[in-house]
């Protein structure tokens, strides 16, 4: 599946700036999943 680099751009952006807050709520959940 090929994404247009219109559609793209914005994409990467926007996950660009989620991905440390992404890595924190996945962290989170997995830390408390073990305890």
């Not at 680099?5 to 959940?29: D, N, S, T, V």
């Amino acid at each position: 599946m090929t994404i247009p680099g219109e559609i793209r751009e914005p994409f990467a952006r926007l996950f660009g700036e989620m991905r440390p807050k992404l890595h924190r709520y996945c962290a989170r959940m997995t830390g408390s999943a073990i305890d």
